[in-house]
Structure formats: C-alpha cells, structure tokens
C-alpha cells in the first residue's frame, strides 16, 4: 500500500511543477509588461518602472525568477493583487469556502440524486421510466449551465419571486463569520432568519452548479449497475432466494459504487469551472467570480495564484481518490 | 514457377473483393445497431438539419443578421402580443431580427466545433501515437505534459490562454483545442500500447514496415472506434465551452452572431424580454444534445463490449 501510496506522490512531483511553471509562464507571456498594466493610461517614468521592475524581481533572469516564484510558493506568498493590495493567498482564503460551499451543496444534491435515479433507471433497464431518467440526464449532461442559471432567475426570482437574485445572504443580516461556511454563521449568529435567508440564496446556484454532475453520476450509476447486474454472483444471489432489495442494494450496489466513486472525485475539476460560470450569473462571491473579475480588470497576480491553487486543490482531491480508489479495490493497487 | 503470377492476380482481385464485401458488412452492422438507438437516429436527423441550415443560411435566414430595425427594438416573439409576423422570434435590443441571428450563429457554433476537433484530434492523435510506439522518455514527457493540462478546469485554462492571446473567435477555438487535446493522446496512448504487441504488427514488421508505416497505417485504423466517440463528445464540448466563453466576454466579440455572445449581451434583459435569453440557450441546448444524442449511439454501435450485453 506504501509503495502505491509513493508511486502515485510520485507522479504528482512533476505535474505540480509543471503547474508552476504554467502559472509562472502566465504572466510573462502576456503582451506587455505587468507594470505597464499597472500604471494604465497615466504611464510611468522609465526611473521609477525601472525600480519597481527592480522591486518585484522582474530584472533578474528568468530561471532566477522562477527560483524566487518557487521558494515564494512554499513559503505562501503568491503575490499580491493590484486591485486589492491584499496577498492573493489571503484573498483566496477569504473567497475560497464560499466556493466550497456551494461545490459541497452541489455535489451533495448531484450523489443524493444521482445515484438514485441511476439505480432506478438500471433496474427498470428498457422501460418508459428507463429512458425518461436517462433522456432527462442526457439534457441535463447538454445543458449550458449559463443559460440554465438564467432561466432559472427568470422563472423562480421573476415571476414567482420565491428566490433571491444574488449574492449569499440578504443585506439585513450582518454578523461575525468564523468559519467562512455562510449556513454555518448563521446557525450560528442566532440571528432570527438569517439561516433561511442563505438556504434561500444557495438554492439555485446549487440546482445549476449540480446540473451537469447529477448528470454524469447519474449515467455512470446506471451503466455500472448494468454492468454489475449481470455477473454470475449477482444471479446466484438471486437464485438463492434473496429479496431483489438486498441483491441490488447489497451485492450489485457495492460493487458498482467503485467506478462511480472515481466519477464523483473526477467531478471536482467540473465544479470548480462551473463554479467559474455559476458565481458570475448568480454573483456568488467566491472565487470563480474573483478569477473572472481579476481576468477583466487584468489583476494577473490574482489570476497566476488562483490558477496555481485551483489546480493544486484539484491534484490534490485527485490523489485522494487514487488513493481511496486503491483502498476500496486491491487490484489496482498491485498493477 | 511461371504460372504463378496469374493466380496471384486473380487472388489479388478476390482479396480485394472480399476486404470491399466486408468493408459494407461493417458497415451494415454499424448502421443496424446505430439504428437500433432511436434517440441517435433522432440526433442524427437534427444534426443534419442544422448542418443544412448553417451552409444555406442566407437562404434559410428571414432578414439579415446584422440589420437593426430601427422600429422594432425588442419586439416579442408573433404569437405574443404586440409581436409581429415578420420577426417570427422576435428582435432584439437594438432591434435585429432573432430567428435570422440564430440561423446564422448554428454556422459559427458548428464552425467552432468542426475546427476545434480537428485540431485536436490531429494533434492528440499524433502525440498519442509517438507516446505509446516510442514508449520510455517521450512517452513520460508527453503525458506528464498532458497531466498538467488535465489539472487545471477545462474553463479555466481556456479563460487563461485567451487573456494571453486576446479575446476572439479564432484564440478561443485554439484555447479550447489545447484543452481538449489530452483526452485524445490518452485514449490514443491507450490504443496504440494494446495493440502494438499483436500479431498483425508484428508480422508488419517482420516484412519490414517502418516506424512511420507501422505508427499510421498499420496500427492507427484499429484504434478509431474510440477516437470516434471521443471526438463526437469533444464536439458538443467545444461549443458549449466556447459559448461560455462568448457569454464571459471573452469569445467572439458583438455584434458577431454567436449564440454564446448573444446570451451575454442579453442578459440585461433578463426580466423584460425573456425571448432574447431564452432562443440563444435552447438552440445551444439542442446542438449540443442532438450532437450526444449521437455520440451515445456512435459509442453502442462502436463498443463491442456493449453490443453483446
């Protein structure tokens, strides 16, 4: 287990210097140099450019550079962001478990229906109910999710009104955040409403953010559990007389979950580019929506240090499910 | 000794008749099982409509995409109220006409897919088979290099590569291919190993077959199945990515048609006027889902595995 444990770090060594290297070659292949986007329309005197170049390292040679950019990393400094003069690390500390938040929600409403519905659609294989669940993901697989945010605005927040447009919580409520998870505070707060007032705001960003995951989990669930459903020990079960909820739910389920477990923990790379789309419409402060507007307003900084955190949370998760994936099925483990 | 020749001709015609007659057994057994899915037929015919629709736009479309009517800003679809016959969807903000648009957006978004894959299918394919003939250094260069694509969000990196090379059509479309190039060199990779080591290829090498004949004539044709699916997916996967990207600002750029960018520029009207929000998405929707539609159906008349379950 050790050894598949080190083999899999292994791997990871180079990619993640790989990572650094793309978020380090980011900045200096954009056209124009950072400080001339910094100094905008006013300009700079070549003195002054020339000490601030001096400043942030800009005049050393590039390998030094990337040495300093390196070393920095370990040390958490990733740089600080022109529009806030915060440290990016701090403002993506700050930004991060609103993402989370909602990833989580969203991942928890994909599994809770997903899996569900995949289950049912393999169990009933063939029938009208079969191919609507099916029919229904494969939508929900070719949605744009953009465009779905929109509709849902148009339908739940226009016309019936039931739900708020943006943001995380209503302007009323104003209290401490401990942890950043806004459900949590506002348990927490005790304030009277608050705790409805985010499960109200969360409701649709979930919905959308969950759409394409739900989707997918959902696809897998059933063709793993077709898959599962025709083996020899499945029959056996049968045939020995088990009721059909414990032969799906006990010896199909089991073992088809193994595949779909990988789904799940590839969908991280998913939620966190549909987290990317699902911020902006719903203006959910989190760190899609703070990549987006550091793009636009040409914070690069902020874009070099989310590109090389996103990337890291995503190795990272993928790591886990290698890891767990070995745990849960020996057989990868020794090939 | 002499009269060899003639028999090696006449079994040379034969031969060849044979690989032609099975060529179109394939291919009536590919249709039968494609054709047993009655969603992918339903794709497929949707496809090639809209296929149609793209190249005789000019035709198709009622008005032309870019003219503004100056009397007719926001004009609701004919059958609500207040619409009017000749803008059968509707116009927009600055008054053109929707259905004309949208007509003419299919050819950018079907433009955008068709570039997209060939890109990286090229490019993924011929990666893919150098990694895994050559296998050792190479190989770990490449999929090294592949993983770190594969790091980061599809979105994101597109979103990225785009701010480098500047916001448009053609930056997008190339930034969305690089994205979805590894899953080509993966799959391909994969091919190429399990089949390197049967006995067809090495009895082509035997006869002395080069590197090069070996890699793209000897070994490529048994690994298109795969390559078939994948690129189907990446299709539907290029359009949605580049409409986000046109809704994010950073695609093709207005008054450009393109269904993406005109979701973005509509947004504003969100609760006013639903139909300029609401035909961009649905024509994206079916594109993308007649284009799954048959992807699934390409996939269960391609996968063996399948065929027989």
């Known amino acids: 287990m050790f050894r598949f444990l080190f083999g899999r770090l292994g791997l990871l060594i180079p990619t993640f210097f790989g990572v650094t290297l793309v978020a380090f070659s980011f900045i200096r292949l954009l056209p124009g140099d950072p400080l001339d986007l910094l100094a905008g329309e006013r300009g700079i005197s070549p003195e002054r450019k020339a000490q601030l170049l001096a400043q942030m390292g800009f005049d050393k040679p590039l390998w030094r550079q990337y040495i300093d950019y390196v070393a920095g990393i370990f040390q958490g400094d990733l740089g600080t962001s022109f529009a806030s003069k915060k440290p990016v690390l701090d403002e993506f500390m700050t930004l991060f478990p609103a993402t989370a938040e909602l990833a989580l929600c969203a991942i928890i409403l994909a599994v809770c229906l997903g899996i569900p519905a995949g289950i049912f659609a393999a169990v009933k294989r063939g029938s009208i109910a079969d191919q609507a669940v099916m029919g229904t993901a494969l939508i929900g697989y070719s949605m744009p999710i953009f465009w779905w945010g929109l509709l849902l605005i148009i339908l739940f927040s226009g016309i019936l009104q039931w739900t708020p447009v943006s943001g995380r919580i209503s302007l009323l409520y104003f209290f401490p955040q401990p942890t950043g998870f806004m ?20 409701i649709l960003p979930s919905i959308v953010l969950a759409t394409i995951p739900l989707a997918v989990i959902a696809r897998q669930t059933r063709s793993a559990m077709l898959e599962v459903l025709g083996e020899d020990y499945v029959r056996t079960a049968r045939a020995k007389g088990l009721p059909p909820s414990s032969v799906i739910g006990l010896h199909a389920l089991r073992n088809a ?55 890291g949370i995503i190795m990272l998760v993928n790591l886990i499910v290698d890891v767990l994936y070995g745990l849960i099925n020996p057989r990868i483990r020794y090939n | ?147 770190i694509i594969l790091a980061f969000p599809s979105l994101l990196l597109a979103l990225v590569l785009v701010a480098i090379l500047g916001p448009g059509l053609i930056n997008a479309m190339i930034a969305i291919a690089l994205v979805l190039q590894p899953h080509f060199v993966r799959l391909t990779r994969a091919a190429v190993m399990s089949e390197r080591s049967r006995d067809y290829v090495i009895a082509a090498k035997v006869a002395g077959a080069g590197h090069f004949r070996l890699m793209f004539k000897t070994i490529l044709p048994n690994c298109v199945a795969p390559l078939i699916v994948q690129a189907t997916l990446s299709f539907s996967n290029a359009i949605l990515d580049a409409a986000a990207l046109g809704f994010l600002g950073m695609g093709a750029q207005p008054p450009t048609p393109e269904w ?41 008349a391609l996968d063996p595995k399948l065929k027989r379950s």
């Not at chain 1, 991280?268 to 987006?292: C, D, H, M, N, Q």
């Not at chain 2, 198709?60 to 100056?70: E, G, L, S, W």
């Not at chain 2, 998405?281 to 079916?286: D, E, S, T, Y």
């Open chain 2, 1 to 147: 000794m002499t009269n060899t020749s003639p028999v090696t001709k006449a079994d040379k015609a034969r031969l060849e008749a044979e690989s032609r007659n099975a060529t179109k057994a394939q291919l009536y057994e590919f249709w039968y099982y494609f054709s047993q899915n009655k969603g992918a037929v339903v794709g497929l015919i949707v496809f090639s409509l809209l296929v149609l629709m793209a190249v005789f736009a000019p035709l198709v479309a009622p008005h032309n995409p870019d003219i503004q009517y100056r009397d007719s800003f926001l004009v609701p679809p004919v059958w609500e109220e207040g619409g009017k016959a000749a803008f059968l969807l509707g116009t927009d903000a600055v008054g053109r006409d929707m259905l004309s648009r949208l007509i003419f957006g299919a050819r950018f978004s079907l433009f955008i897919g068709v570039v997209v894959v060939s890109i990286a299918l090229v490019g993924g394919v011929v990666l893919g088979l150098i990694a895994g003939y050559v296998r050792g250094t190479v190989d770990t260069f490449i999929m090294r290099i592949m993983d």
């Open chain 1, 183 to 202: 459900l949590i505070d506002s348990l927490l707060s005790g304030e009277k409403g608050a705790f409805l007032s985010a499960v109200r705001h969360l």
């Open chain 1, 257 to 311: 979950l193994i595949p779909v477990v990988t789904t799940i923990g590839l969908q991280v790379g998913v939620l966190l580019a549909g987290a990317i789309l699902t911020e902006t419409i719903f203006s959910w402060p989190g760190i899609g929506k703070w990549l987006v507007d550091s793009i636009s307003r040409r914070d690069y900084f902020v874009v070099q240090g989310g590109l090389l955190l996103i990337a």
């Open chain 2, 260 to 300: 993406g960018t005109m979701l973005a520029e509509a947004r504003e009207f969100i609760l006013r006027a639903w139909w300029v929000v609401t035909f961009p998405g649905l024509a994206i929707l079916i594109t993308v889902l007649a284009i799954n539609l048959v992807g699934d159906g390409l996939r269960d």
